[in-house]
């Protein structure tokens, strides 16, 4: 079986979202993604695949449109946009090392184009105080996270937050729904571990004797968030391992259709203020298929301190307390700290990281 023309694919969507130039644009995109595919690290997370290519460069239409769509656009213009476009949807599940290579990917692609990242004054206002409600510092790269969260909702219907235990997964969400609580914008939560239950208990089933169809906890769930007003925002969580047996029943959920069939016939439909989001330590064993539908973002150990987490830690214990704590930790903790991470793992039953 021959392989899709990518390029020509790109180059008609480009001229079917209004692009002057796609012929010259669809090539660069298409070339960066061959290149990132080549060049980057191999991550369980990455999808260099087509699907991922048309997601961006249908974001690349809807920035043209907010840019108001004319028909004299230069294209150097042009190419801010789909460049605004890739980096929106790539740069937050990269890895620490593999921003810095793609962030020079483009640049060589690219030459010339300068593009910043978008800013988000009041968010990030909102996203400092919650940060100050919580006892937490406000660390640069976890408001950059916070901020590229709130930018794969507003595009993806799924969203997954990969890291280790530890990294703040469940954070950068308490922080993002109570930025948004602060922007007068409401956010329903449903929160549950799809792996602590059997697959008719999730997503429901049928009696056999009586024909009576019983919910499930996610399909409950579903029926909930769609009944919630349009400018009321809804997340249903799904903490835990990604596992093909529960995960494939979403695949209609998580593309374009955005329609959760259920195994009576039933049909419920999402609105755009309606988001899937998984918290997972890696898509092991997640298909190709499941990681292509969905925005990443990726948590890494490079972007805690330690001394942040310390810190936050003294800061809600009592105050008469909090100097000899820290002075114990200084003696103390961090030596310790730096001989366990000495140790080989074999020694620990359990995997051992900074945080």
Not at 211 to 233: C, I, M, N, Y
Request: charged share 25%; glycine share 4%; net charge neutral.
């Amino acid at each position: 079986m021959s392989a899709p023309d990518n390029t020509l694919i790109a180059e008609v969507i480009l001229f079917a979202e209004g692009y002057r130039h796609a012929k010259v644009i669809s090539s660069k995109v298409v070339e960066l993604f061959t290149l990132s595919r080549q060049l980057l690290s191999r991550q369980q997370h990455y999808d260099w695949g087509l699907r991922a290519l048309k997601t961006i460069l249908l974001i690349s239409g809807k920035l043209f449109a907010l840019h108001g769509n004319r028909k004299d656009s230069s294209e150097k213009e042009e190419m801010e946009l789909v460049i605004k476009a890739v980096r929106l949807n790539t740069l937050a599940k990269l890895t620490f090392d593999d921003t810095k290579r793609f962030e020079d990917l483009i640049m060589d692609i690219f030459p010339g184009i300068v593009v910043s990242d978008a800013i988000y004054k009041d968010l990030e206002e909102a996203i400092e105080a919650s940060l100050t409600e919580m006892k937490l510092d406000p660390l640069p790269s976890q408001i950059k996270k916070v901020v590229q969260l709130n930018e794969n909702l507003s595009q993806r219907m799924g969203c997954v937050i990969v890291g280790p235990s530890g990294s703040g997964k469940s954070t950068l969400l308490r922080i993002l729904r109570s930025a948004l609580a602060k922007l007068k914008q409401e956010v329903v939560v449903h929160t549950m571990n799809p792996k602590a239950m059997p697959r008719q208990q999730l997503l429901g089933h049928m009696d056999l004797d009586t024909r009576e169809w019983f919910d499930g906890v996610l399909t409950a769930s579903a029926r909930q968030v769609v009944k919630e007003p349009p400018e009321v925002r809804s997340w249903i969580i799904c903490d835990g391992d990604i596992d093909p047996e529960w995960v494939e029943s979403l695949n209609t959920v998580l593309d374009d259709n955005r329609l959760l069939t259920m195994p009576s016939g039933e049909r419920i439909r999402f609105g755009p203020n309606v988001n899937f989001i998984f918290e997972t330590n890696d898509l092991r064993f997640a298909s190709p298929a499941t990681v292509s539908r969905m925005g990443m973002i990726f948590l890494s150990e490079k972007d805690m301190q330690i001394s942040c987490l310390v810190k936050a830690w003294v800061d809600r214990q009592p105050e008469a307390l909090r100097p000899n704590l820290t002075s114990w930790l200084d003696q103390s903790f961090y030596k310790g700290l730096d001989w366990v991470l000495m140790q080989p793992p074999s020694m620990f039953v359990v995997q051992t990281t900074k945080v």
